[in-house]
């Protein structure tokens, strides 16, 4: 087996502790973050911010902070005027200032110190108060209720986190939950609301139906009187022509015979036609007729 020079394992001695004793004179902050120094307890007020800091104090013990944006999801119960508790799932958008980064630390400490230090009393103590604005515990579930939960709120929040380096962004209500029995109550509402209109809606189809059979009535019965108007002007017609035929008749004999003639054509006209007899002395000498006088 070949033996390592020596010189080359002192090299590589040499090589790493430069490396390790050099790293102490470099800080990399990684994006979207900032470092804090401090030497000895004392803790220098300029953050490092991201990127390559050469050289520096070897000394320096850092502390990094994310200051990127972050949400805090919570959960807390919400007594109400009529001293019901409601469950509100809360969710507060934020993010550290990298500039008071080295408050932070001297006042705070770490990012997790600051969400139980700080976000959390405060939102829930901001919660029971504006709970204790809110009548009934159904009263979450109004629009106008929500609106005004999440403006107090973020209002509440960015005046006490403010001045402690962390900037609030939002305050959204993700979720509300009443108590069990105000949940049946409001799901027993709702089922009777549905039913009201519900029947609503029949009585509306059924009041629209009969509109319908009342406007099919009334056309039938127009028709009917118009085709009794037609029927009654058609009676009168033939009634006039009946009367004038008769005054025809009564005021022009020869009329009669016209017609005796007109008679005598169309049954000579007849195939199954055989012999009539006529009385030629007949003032009105009709076939078959007069048969009964005396010749």
Not at 4 to 33: C, N
Not at 188 to 199: D, G, H, I, L
């Amino acid at each position: 087996m070949r033996k390592v020079p020596m010189t080359l394992i002192g090299l590589a001695v040499i090589l790493l502790l430069v490396f390790m004793i050099g790293s102490r004179f470099w800080k990399i902050v990684e994006p979207g973050h900032v470092a804090v120094a401090a030497l000895f307890g004392d803790v220098r007020s300029e953050p490092f911010e991201e990127g390559l800091h050469l050289p520096v104090n070897p000394l320096y013990t850092w502390y990094d902070y994310d200051t990127r944006a972050k949400t805090h999801f919570e959960k807390a119960s919400v007594p109400s005027q009529d001293q019901l508790t409601t469950e509100v799932d809360v969710s507060v958008q934020y993010y550290l200032r990298g500039v008071d980064a080295p408050r932070i630390l001297q006042e705070t400490g770490s990012v997790d110190k600051v969400i139980n230090v700080h976000i959390i009393p405060k939102l829930r103590s901001l919660l029971r108060e504006q709970g204790k604005t809110v009548k009934r515990a159904e009263d979450f579930f109004q629009e106008t209720t929500q609106n005004k939960l999440q403006v107090q709120l973020l209002e509440g929040l960015r005046g006490y986190l403010g001045p402690r380096g962390v900037e609030v962004d939002a305050v959204l209500i993700r979720d509300i939950r009443l108590p069990p029995f105000i949940t049946k109550a409001i799901e027993a509402k709702k089922e009777r609301e549905q039913e009201v209109e519900k029947q609503k809606a029949e009585l509306e189809r059924f009041r629209t139906e009969q509109q319908q059979k009342v406007a099919a009535a009334q056309a039938e019965r127009e028709a009917a009187e118009e085709q009794a108007v037609r029927q009654r002007v058609l009676a009168d017609a033939q009634a006039y022509e009946i009367q004038k035929i008769n005054d025809a008749i009564g005021n022009n004999p020869n009329y009669v015979k016209l017609k005796s003639l007109e008679a005598l054509q169309s049954i000579s006209k007849d195939p199954a036609s055989k012999v009539y007899f006529m009385n030629g002395d007949s003032p009105n000498p009709l076939p078959l007729m007069h048969l009964g006088e005396n010749q």
